[in-house]
């Protein structure tokens, strides 16, 4: 079954130490990975996705085939990093489109 | 560039009542979609639609119908309000090019409250 799975509910760092937000997923196919972040009382937007590349905010996710991971990682939080993060994935398996997200990890950055 | 919009933003209902809830796209988007987000459950699918004319469903569809009569707009509908479906209401759009599948666009949410 198609999955995304963010082990985390909650995760509390102080400011400057380093983050590291996991997803795992589970997709019989090629999937697009992407995170997404939603400030207090804001609608999503996204972070970041993995065919990018890149580095959004500090942060960067890089797609782990093998252990099916795509964890969010940072080096020095900041406070305004504080938001709700999700994991999801697009992709297409058995003729199906599918648009997954997971269940979320709030991050808090303590000053 | 407006993107997605939602109608209403809040709104309160008695149990048993019905209401259709409004998503617009201006972006010309093959693909739209229907969430709710709970707290400690994250965004759950209700349905999609992968086209004019087509729906599907998702992972929690029992008590919502949707349609998709023209491209830009996506409704969704609850014939008869449960406690049960007090959420917020999220509604996105995406497409693809190439086979490659873009990042979902977001509307700004429905904070629904059934009473």
């Known amino acids: 079954a198609q999955r995304v799975t963010q082990p985390e509910k909650l995760l509390s760092v102080f400011k400057g130490a380093p983050v590291e937000l996991k997803c795992n997923y589970s997709?019989?196919?090629?999937?697009?990975l992407f995170w997404y972040v939603q400030y207090s009382r804001q609608r999503l937007q996204l972070l970041l996705r993995?065919?990018s590349r890149e580095s959004i905010k500090g942060f960067t996710a890089d797609l782990n085939k093998g252990e099916t991971s795509f964890h969010l990682k940072k080096p020095f939080a900041q406070e305004e990093d504080s938001a709700m993060y999700y994991c999801?994935?697009?992709?297409?398996?058995?003729?199906?489109?599918?648009?997954?997200f997971g269940t979320g990890t709030r991050l808090k950055v303590l000053a | 560039n407006a993107g997605v919009t939602q109608t209403p933003k809040f709104r309160v209902l008695k149990t048993g009542q019905s209401m259709t809830l409004l998503c617009a796209q201006d972006?010309?988007?093959?693909?739209m979609y229907w969430y709710r987000q709970d707290p400690g459950m994250g965004l759950r699918l209700i349905h999609y639609?992968?086209?004019?004319?087509?729906?599907a469903k998702g992972e929690v569809p029992d008590g919502y119908n949707v349609s998709r009569l023209k491209k830009q707009n996506f409704l969704l509908g609850l014939e008869s309000a449960a406690p049960s479906q007090t959420s917020v209401y999220f509604c996105?759009?995406?497409?693809?090019?190439?086979?490659?599948?873009?990042?979902?666009?977001f509307g700004q949410g429905t904070r629904l409250t059934v009473v």
């Open positions: 999801a994935l697009s992709g297409v398996t058995s003729g199906t489109y599918k648009y997954i």
């Open positions: 639609s992968v086209g004019e004319g087509t729906t």
């Open positions: 997709y019989s196919g090629s999937p697009e």
């Open positions: 993995h065919i």
């Open positions: 996105a759009s995406s497409y693809s090019t190439r086979g490659v599948y873009t990042e979902a666009f």
């Open positions: 972006m010309n988007h093959e693909y």
